[in-house]
């Protein structure tokens, strides 16, 4: 099927190592549907990008979720992305629910589904 939404910047998130290999495949995905893509590999480089569409934080396991999300808010103080995705190491409930508060838009858990995380970016929200 033919990428018909419109071209997404896309900013991922993760800690060197086992995070950032499970985001590459999400961001060749990302990219052979035209999307830009950044893959940062600590906060100060995230901090250093524009606002994004699209979010992606691979908040990792569930004791250190809390502090891997703190990321979304300091795009949260301007314009917020489009969307925030949380990827976690497993569905814990807290870690959801901290992922929840700090502004996802959805959480998947390990072994998430590639499309299904691509259309949660791709998602569009109309506000009332």
Known sequence: MA?????????L??????????LQPLAAALRTLGHH?????DTEAALAQTTPDALVVDAGAPAD??????ITTAF????????????LDEAD???????LRAGAND??????DLDE???????TEEFA
């Not at 998130?13 to 499970?22: D, H, L, V």
């Not at 959480?107 to 998430?112: L, N, P, R, S």
């Not at 995380?117 to 998602?123: G, Q």
């Open 3 to 11: 990428n018909t939404s419109p071209t997404k910047n896309v900013l």
């Open 13 to 22: 998130i993760a800690e060197a190592g086992s995070q950032s290999a499970r």
């Open 37 to 41: 893509v950044v893959l940062c590999l």
């Open 65 to 70: 979720a809390k502090t891997n999300l703190a």
């Open 76 to 87: 949260q103080g301007g314009v917020a992305p489009m969307r925030v995705i949380a990827l």
């Open 93 to 99: 409930f807290e870690a959801c629910r901290d992922a």
């Open 107 to 112: 959480v998947f858990a390990a072994a998430f």
């Open 117 to 123: 995380v691509i259309a949660s970016i791709c998602a």
